[in-house]
């Protein structure tokens, strides 16, 4: 799980594992991806985040050779995709957004398939699915359209590992599957790292930024960001307080009309404040809004200093396109 | 049909004074089975009127089970359940025009535009022409989708037909309005205006019943319930359930909750995933 | 080649899994066998005669009582000119008319050619065709009756507008057809519903990011079908045989070569709708209009070409069915081999070449015209 894990990895560190630059994908009239640019270095655990219509579906196809681009270029370990498809296809592992397996045939029948298709056998590449298919193996004689959402998930993941592929892509893995299975996914994607492989992650929860050595983050066919998860909080520009009351909907009005309020959005239980005055002291505005709520008559309300988490960011990037990086 | 003037009128009707003196759903002992197997086990809870409340659970959970008795389509096998102050057994009927209901995938219709779906669910619950027409704009100047009335569902983005098919349930003023995983897949900020709505829907009397299994929505509701396998696991605030729990999250919570069912899983934590083979990158 | 195994294997699965279809599939080609040789033969009966006969003689008052003496015909008129018959034909007083030509009898007892027209109210082709065929039959069992025990065989021309059909049983031209009608409905309708319903699960996307070329997933794709429109071949042979005793009279090898040559031919058709449509329901619509259709109406199945307006009879010769009847009814009911038949078969052939390569070449290997 620590960086010097990924030295384990036998690809060369100086080359990207997928370089995206400048790419463009219309689709009639819409713009899919509006000039996406990034890199996923080998051995990385590299996620994509960012809500549905975003773009990542997108991207992911063409690094998959799925889609052609309009302009820019994308290379996956060194090859460009429009040219080298088959050589990609060879050497990629991918999980598409939706179940994409055989809903009739069987567990095991759908990864004796898989292997087939890549002219190896399950037998072969045991020692690599064994982790993940282990889980799912009671079950092989089962249909796989009868498996839960995060067996269905488990058993794609073997069907996209059986063939030994340099670099995973896996679209919105996690999407649709319960909140047990969908850390245990985690962990096998963490697993997989540890063993050196590439992995690229699509997904629209932005909680699961912290499972990535990397993330970019995705609106409208931009990116808004690419960081470390750790990183990309720093970067939160404005100081940000939780607010709890009783009343969180005349809270959230009467916290919009106070006059520094850059913005106010409800976050779980809470609400999450950030001040327009980027150079003010946290504490001392906790202070000041606590006070200002109790002339509103809020029952004690409760006003603390909090770091930025993803969503924050998230929010932030898409609310003020000045705050674009780069 | 038999309550226009309820409908498009700003007084609140008979039936939502009494709601508020008795819970918006009442729910004693209920029960479910399916042959030999029990898909919803004697499950009860009050939600009150005007109140967020989550109703978590896996897949599998006995969530939809539950929801199908409470809005009448499923014939308890024992316990009962009131909504709205109707029997489910009874009066299924009466029930359906009391509730709202939006489903994050199936409530709109995507090849009509944003003003004839208004108008079809608006027609459905009898509104009059005239009611109609009102509540069709005032409900597009809400949405700010004035200009995009006529545009087809299809192409509105996720956000807007998220917000739109809430507005939809509510048009006819439910005094409940069930939604089923209303906010996955869409940005952080449309997701906050939604549960804006929510709240202010909620401010006005009316009772939200949120069923999902995305924990981060829970964090959004005044109280939860975790189904596994078909009983009632923990019920309360988010607040409550994370101290109970000692938990951070909700999903921590239902995390402790359901990891028993999910013991296969056990041998994985260790991580002991494999060594891809060794094929070196081309340079360049 | 082991990925095309594994492919065909599990094409096998998804076929043999799926049993209701799998079920209709095999009893369809039987259903369509008895439907057509029982309801829909196009047998008739009450069919109302007019006789013309300008000098009768012991020849045309003999063969006129044999046309009244079967449940078929009614003789209810007998005039003297074919002046007489149009205001017949227009009223709907008659149906059909015998013409006979002068000096019957003695051209007959001379060895002669004796003329006799049958004119026939062709309305409904396939009750026409019926009709002709019917009164075909009696006028050669006189002819019949009457060369036994003579050295010269006696000889009457029957001269007819429509279709001829040796052996009066309207259900040996249909089964022809219906091996086209069947082949068209399973081998095309199916792999196009197989294949586009990889494309709409979007597990044609995880076989598109796979080493595995287009005719990879196309041969593993069909070759299933293959096997499964050679028993439907079998089955409605066997059923013609058995339940209407339809003759086989030409080489039983060659008319499975040429099935099997019709079958590849549907499948590459089925592929070609896949390739173009993006849902089983429209690769559905699209087969049942653009393979079905034309394979029913337009291939002289049921409705005979020659009975077309001139400016559809060209295009029937785009349809492969048309070409795979002309050779199936030359096999089995004339008893012709290829040398009679090489034409129809070489057609054949170049269209299936011809869908083939636009079906592989149409195959997206990416997803960019979803």
């Keep these: 799980m620590t960086a010097t894990d990924a030295c384990a990895t036998p690809l060369d560190r100086d080359d990207p594992a997928v370089l995206v630059a400048g790419l463009v994908k219309r689709f009639g009239g819409t713009v899919a991806l509006d000039g996406v640019s990034f890199s996923v270095r080998p051995g990385e655990l590299f996620g994509l985040l960012g809500p549905d219509g975003g773009g990542k579906t997108t991207l992911f196809r063409i690094l998959t050779t799925l889609l052609l681009p309009d302009d820019g270029s994308a290379r996956v370990l060194g090859l460009d995709t429009s040219t080298d498809l088959w050589a990609i296809r060879s050497r990629v592992g991918y999980m598409p957004g939706r179940f994409s397996l055989y809903p009739d045939l069987s567990v095991a029948e759908n990864l004796d398939f898989f292997a087939s298709v890549f002219g190896t056998s399950v037998e072969a590449e045991y020692d690599l699915i064994a982790p993940i298919y282990q889980q799912i193996e009671p079950f092989r004689d089962r249909r796989a359209g009868a498996l839960s959402g995060g067996m269905k998930q488990k058993l794609a993941l073997s069907c996209a590992l059986v063939h030994r592929p340099d670099i995973l892509f896996l679209d919105e893995p996690t999407t649709g599957v319960d909140a047990v299975s969908r850390r245990e996914f985690w962990d096998l994607l963490a697993g997989l790292r540890a063993g050196g492989l590439t992995i690229a992650v699509s997904t629209p929860y932005m909680d699961e930024a912290d499972r990535c050595d990397r993330v970019a983050l995705i609106q409208k066919g931009r990116i808004l960001a690419v960081d470390t998860p750790a990183g990309i909080v720093d970067r939160h520009p404005l100081p940000i307080l939780r607010v709890a009351t009783p009343d969180r909907y005349r809270s959230i009005q009467l916290l919009r009309s106070y006059p520094h309020a850059h913005s106010v959005y409800p976050f779980g239980e809470s609400l999450h404040y950030t001040d327009a005055r980027g150079d003010v002291d946290p504490a001392a505005l906790a202070s000041e809004l606590r006070a200002y709520l109790d002339r509103q008559g809020v029952l004690q309300p409760e006003v603390e200093p909090i770091r930025a988490g993803i969503e924050d960011c998230f929010m932030a990037l898409m609310d003020d396109p000045s705050l674009e990086p780069e | 049909m038999n309550r226009p003037e309820n409908v498009s009128g700003p007084a609140p009707p008979r039936e939502l004074r009494l709601a508020q003196i008795q819970p918006a759903i009442e729910v004693r002992s209920l029960t479910r089975r399916f042959d030999d197997f029990t898909a919803v086990d004697a499950i009860s809870f009050d939600v009150q009127a005007g109140e967020v409340f989550g109703f978590l659970g896996a897949n599998g959970a006995g969530k939809t089970t539950a929801i199908r008795m409470l809005i009448g389509l499923l014939a308890p096998t024992s316990g009962e359940a009131r909504v709205a102050g109707h029997d489910v057994r009874m009066e299924a009927d009466r029930i359906r025009r009391r509730i709202g209901y939006m489903s994050q995938r199936f409530s709109l219709y995507e090849d009509l535009t944003a003003r004839e779906n208004i108008r079809l669910y608006a027609g459905i619950y009898g509104l009059s022409d005239a009611a109609i027409r009102e509540r069709t704009e005032t409900l597009l100047n809400r949405l700010r989708l004035d200009s995009h009335g006529d545009t087809l569902v299809r192409s509105l983005p996720l956000g807007w037909r998220q917000k739109l098919a809430f507005s939809v349930a509510m048009v006819h003023e439910p005094e409940i309005v069930f939604l089923d995983e209303p906010t996955g897949g869409v940005d952080p900020i449309t997701r906050r205006q939604f549960w804006e709505m929510i709240y202010e829907a909620a401010q006005n009397g009316t009772t939200i019943l949120v069923t999902t299994h995305y924990m981060d929505e829970a964090e959004y509701c005044d109280r939860v319930s975790i189904m596994v396998e078909g009983r009632i696991a923990a019920l309360g605030t988010p607040a409550e359930l994370k101290a109970e729990f000692g938990a951070s999250t909700i999903e921590d919570v239902f995390v402790q909750l359901a990891r028993p069912t999910a013991e296969i899983a056990a041998g994985m934590a260790a991580g002991s995933a494999g060594t891809p083979t060794s094929r070196t990158m081309p340079s360049g | ?370």
């Design chain 3, 1 to 370: 080649m082991n990925a095309l195994r594994g492919f065909i294997l599990k094409e096998a699965h998804h076929i043999l899994r799926d049993r209701q279809t799998l079920t209709i599939l095999l009893l369809l080609p039987l259903a369509q066998v008895l439907l057509f040789g029982f309801a829909l033969r196009t047998d008739v009966q009450n069919v109302r005669v007019a006789v013309v006969d300008a000098a009768p003689d012991y020849a045309t008052r003999e063969l006129r009582g044999r046309f009244d003496g079967t449940t078929v015909f009614e003789v209810v008129t007998t005039v003297p000119t074919s002046a007489a018959l149009p205001p017949l034909f227009e009223r709907g007083a008659i149906d059909q008319a015998l013409v006979f030509g002068p000096r019957f009898a003695e051209r007959l007892a001379n060895g002669d050619a004796a003329e006799l027209l049958v004119v026939t109210d062709a309305t409904d082709p396939n009750t026409g065709s019926a009709m002709q065929a019917y009164a075909t039959g009696v006028v050669q069992e006189y002819e019949r009756e009457l060369s036994l025990g003579r050295a010269t065989g006696t000889r009457i021309l029957p001269q007819v507008r429509m279709r001829f059909n040796p052996t009066l049983e309207s259900v040996n031209l249909f089964i022809p057809g219906l091996i086209a009608l069947v082949l068209t409905l399973v081998s095309a309708l199916m792999s196009a519903i197989s294949l586009s319903r990889e494309k709409e699960r979007g597990t044609l996307e995880v076989l598109l990011v796979s080493p595995l070329r287009p005719w990879q997933i196309i041969v593993g794709k069909v070759l299933p079908y293959l096997v499964l429109g050679v028993i439907n071949v079998v089955t409605v042979l066997l059923a013609a045989w058995l339940v209407f005793d339809v003759p086989f009279r030409g080489s039983t090898a060659l008319l499975f070569a040429e099935c099997l040559l019709f079958i590849v031919t549907s499948l590459a058709l089925g592929v070609l709708v896949a390739a173009v449509t993006s849902s089983q329901r429209t690769a559905m619509v699209g087969s049942l209009i653009a393979l079905l259709l034309p394979t029913t109406l337009l291939s002289g199945m049921i409705f005979p070409i020659a009975s077309m307006p001139a400016w559809l009879q060209p295009v029937s010769n785009i349809v492969p069915g048309k070409w795979f009847i002309l050779i199936a009814r030359g096999i089995m009911l004339k008893g012709v081999g290829l040398e009679h038949l090489w034409r129809e078969t070489l057609v054949l052939a170049a269209i299936t070449t011809l869908v083939l390569v636009i079906a592989v070449r149409r195959f997206d290997i990416r997803l960019e015209s979803s």
